[in-house]
């Protein structure tokens, strides 16, 4: 994991790593890069996130049993997200991201809204 900071606020942030899983389940390199920008009233941020399986299952072959955690799963997902304050402490979260390429998933976009509280 590696993370930069600029004192304007902009940042880099960028992590892999190898994820090892028990059974039929195959294990997979994951991975995801972000950058934005981190300021006193805003914080902004993009990313672009990944895995790729190695070994499992497609659906579509003969040998699939049904046991989906046993699939070769790979994808690329794009999102942003956005933070503001909204009073002391409280803050409004929104969010979207997108599978953009992928095996064994589904093509689906997501949105997420939510508040925070920062003790």
């Known amino acids: 994991m590696a993370h930069l900071k600029t004192s304007s606020g902009v940042f880099a942030t960028g992590q892999v790593g190898y994820s090892l899983r028990t059974g039929a389940v195959p294990h997979a390199l994951v991975g995801e890069a972000k950058i934005?920008?981190?300021?006193?009233?805003?914080?902004?941020?993009?990313?672009?996130?990944?895995?790729?399986?190695?070994?499992?299952?497609?659906?579509?072959?003969?040998?699939f049993t049904g046991f989906f955690p046993s699939t070769r799963v790979n994808f690329v997902r794009l999102g942003a997200s956005v933070y503001r304050p909204l009073a002391k402490g409280v803050g409004l979260v929104l969010g979207a991201s997108t599978y953009v390429a992928g095996r064994n998933i589904g093509k689906s976009t997501g949105y997420s809204a939510g508040l925070s509280y920062n003790f």
């Open 36 to 63: 934005g920008y981190a300021g006193p009233k805003t914080y902004i941020e993009g990313f672009a996130a990944f895995q790729e399986s190695n070994g499992g299952t497609d659906i579509t072959e003969q040998n």
